[in-house]
């Protein structure tokens, strides 16, 4: 179930390789990878998505975030995936939580209002405010 964010991003919990060409048809551009491979068993594996995502002739990138959280390099591994896209991006993991949660952290390190990332994400099903404290301080205080 594809949840978009904005027109630009939208997230979704695991994809298989046999969603691709749907995900192209629908007017994605690039795909995101939030999810390590092996977290769960019979998960595909982000060369399986990939081979498939460049097939469909969409952009792939892997960013996993496993459970030690997220880091500056994450972010801006985000932020430069986004700004490569020419279109509409998805980005996946288990639920799209991860991927929610790295999109509004990275768009709030570029300078985004952090309580309009709290509400797209809502708009989406996300609830991003345990993150608002950080959100707030990558953001510069806004």
């Given at each position: 179930?594809?949840?978009?964010?904005?027109?630009?991003?939208?997230?979704?919990?695991?994809?298989?390789?046999?969603?691709?060409?749907?995900?192209?048809?629908?007017?994605?551009?690039?795909?995101?990878?939030?999810?390590?491979?092996?977290?769960?068993?019979?998960?595909?594996?982000?060369?399986?998505?990939?081979?498939?995502?460049?097939?469909?002739?969409?952009?792939?990138?892997?960013?996993?975030?496993?459970?030690?959280?997220?880091?500056?390099?994450?972010?801006?591994?985000?932020?430069?995936?986004?700004?490569?896209?020419?279109?509409p991006v998805?980005?996946?993991?288990?639920?799209?939580?991860?991927?929610?949660?790295?999109?509004?952290?990275?768009?709030?390190?570029?300078?985004?209002?952090?309580?309009?990332?709290?509400?797209?994400?809502?708009?989406?099903g996300y609830?991003?405010?345990?993150?608002?404290?950080?959100?707030?301080?990558?953001?510069?205080?806004?």
């Open positions: 179930m594809i949840r978009p964010l904005n027109d630009r991003v939208a997230v979704a919990p695991q994809i298989t390789p046999a969603d691709l060409p749907a995900i192209a048809a629908a007017g994605y551009v690039a795909i995101v990878n939030n999810r390590p491979d092996g977290e769960e068993p019979g998960q595909p594996t982000g060369e399986a998505i990939r081979a498939a995502a460049e097939a469909a002739g969409l952009r792939y990138t892997a960013i996993p975030i496993d459970q030690s959280g997220f880091s500056q390099p994450q972010l801006d591994a985000m932020t430069g995936a986004l700004a490569q896209a020419e279109g998805l980005a996946y993991c288990r639920s799209g939580t991860r991927s929610c949660n790295l999109w509004a952290l990275a768009a709030a390190k570029s300078g985004r209002d952090p309580a309009l990332l709290v509400a797209q994400a809502a708009g989406a609830d991003l405010n345990g993150l608002r404290p950080t959100l707030d301080a990558l953001a510069g205080g806004r």
